[in-house]
């Protein structure tokens, strides 16, 4: 880019989102391509096979059905490339959580220009909507980020199968989803370029702002309607706050430390069982440690976590009594060259990554206590 600061924002041209929106799913293929190749877990193919091939066909799409792995890989990308290229697809739409459709995203852009749709079943990331995919190692450790031409043509969320979900996908969906605005403001304060490409405009900005808004007021409702597992007007909007208004808000505003400290926690195979958004939120407290924010926002971020079981300690995401060695090879991969944690408005070593984990660890308990 020759000119300096420039404003940027992207995002997919179409989001869908309602209960039952996967029957409409061929409809909307239909307008992108005739030859489609979709990848889903074997776990999700067994709850949206029928809905997906009465869609497609009824819309005259043809189908391919390709069973995901389950880890976003470099391998993974090449093996369903492969098997899109040898179908002659021309839309590859990725159905699923977060690895399976930054798969999906991956293959679009090794294929050129077929079409790419994504199609989240859970609200437990801000994938589904960027321009990028994070691609890990065949053992699951951060490696990263792939940036790609264009955001997917179309995001589509149907809210019944997000509501039919075990509650844990939604609220870690959340954890993702508050790191956004702490992320964004401390990306717009050091002037940032973001993955978008430039500056934060005003409109990204807002919508990582509307995000945090949604989730303090809704979040709690949104919990309990999982748990339930029923479709309310307020599991509606946090699922819109953790896909649509995190996505364009992280991807055109920036990631910072809450993000870097994340990747650095994937080194920990302690942590492997543990959601992306989970171990985001404990990236987040440190993150809030590390700009020494005020006592009132620490304990508005922890009153929320608690608020809808998200985790706060160490001890939580597998990581209790850890020694100091462990927390610094944390804070090494979490400050590796390259890393979101740059993006703070200050340096920060790996010893002040420890010293947050470890700070922010001991808050939380002490929260607990009250
Ligand atoms: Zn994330």
Known sequence: MKTVGTRMMISPPKYVQGAGAMNDLGEHAARLGTNAVVLADKGVWGFVDTA?????????????????????????????????????????????????????KAVGHALGDIAVVSAPTVASTDAPTSALA????????????????????????????V????????????????????????????????????????????????????????????????????????????????????????????LAAAHG????????HKVHGMMHGEKVNIGTL?????????????DTYLRFSRAVGLPTTLAEIGLGDPDREELLAIGRAATAEGETTHNMPF????????????????YARAYAKR
């Open 261 to 268: 400290i994340h990747n650095g926690l994937t080194v920990s």
């Open 134 to 161: 994070v691609i890990y190692t065949e053992s699951g450790a951060f490696e990263r980020y792939s940036f790609f031409q264009r955001n997917p043509n179309l995001v589509l969320v149907d809210t019944a199968l």
């Open 347 to 362: 340096p920060v070593t790996p010893e002040m990554v420890a010293d947050a984990l470890i700070a922010g660890d001991s």
């Open 286 to 298: 440190a993150q809030l440690v590390l700009e020494g924010a005020p006592t009132d926002e620490l």
């Open 163 to 254: 509501a039919g979900a075990p509650s844990r996908f939604i609220v870690s969906g959340m954890g993702d989803a508050l790191a956004t605005w702490y992320e964004a403001r401390v990306c717009v304060a050091a002037n940032r370029v973001a993955m978008a490409g430039g500056l934060a405009t005003e409109a990204s900005l807002a919508l990582a702002r509307l995000c945090w808004e949604t989730l303090m007021e809704y979040g709690p409702q949104a919990r309990l309607a999982a748990e339930a597992h029923v479709v309310t007007p307020a599991l509606e909007k946090v699922t819109e706050a953790n896909t649509l208004l995190s996505g364009l808000g992280f991807e055109s505003c920036g």
């Open 52 to 104: 997906v091939t009465a869609s497609l066909s009824g819309a005259g799409v043809k189908l391919t059905k390709e069973v995901f792995g389950g880890l976003c890989t470099q391998k993974e990308i090449d093996r369903v490339a492969a098997a899109a290229r040898a179908a002659g697809a021309d839309v590859i739409i990725g159905i699923g959580g977060g690895t399976a459709i930054d798969t999906a």
